[in-house]
């Protein structure tokens, strides 16, 4: 089975810097897209960022210019650099992957664990 692992959350003051990691946690067959999601307190998750495999990429709104979503192909990686943070940006945030395990299934969709960013003075 699959696992997304992801590190990177903690406590940050407006203005800083956080970048969160994801990798499975073995060898994949195939990855598609990649992304990642935040939800805050009461809200639905919603889209934060994502790659397609051809390194695509799109942005909420909300975070465009100040997040960068990134893949590392070899180590079944992919990775979100925020910079400029906001209170508004606190949430728990999560890796979601579209893979393919191995060459005998189909493709599945993942979910990181989730990891807490919090913004705040």
């Known amino acids: 089975q699959v696992q997304l692992v992801e590190s990177g959350g903690g406590l940050v003051q407006p203005g800083g810097s956080l970048r969160l990691s994801c990798a499975a946690s073995?060898?994949?067959?195939?990855?598609?897209?990649m992304g990642w999601y935040r939800q805050a307190p009461g809200k639905q998750r919603e889209l934060v960022a994502a790659?397609?495999?051809?390194?695509?990429?799109n942005y909420a709104d909300s975070v465009k210019g100040r997040f960068t979503i990134s893949r590392d192909n070899a180590k079944n990686a992919v990775y979100l650099q925020m910079n400029s943070l906001k209170p508004e940006d606190t949430a728990v945030y999560y890796c979601?992957?579209?893979?393919?395990?191995?060459?005998?299934?189909?493709?599945?969709?993942?979910w990181g664990q989730g990891t807490q960013v919090t913004v705040s003075s």
């Open positions: 979601n992957v579209d893979l393919r395990s191995s060459w005998y299934k189909s493709n599945s969709v993942y």
């Open positions: 790659i397609t495999s051809g390194g695509s990429t």
């Open positions: 073995r060898s994949i067959f195939a990855i598609n897209a």
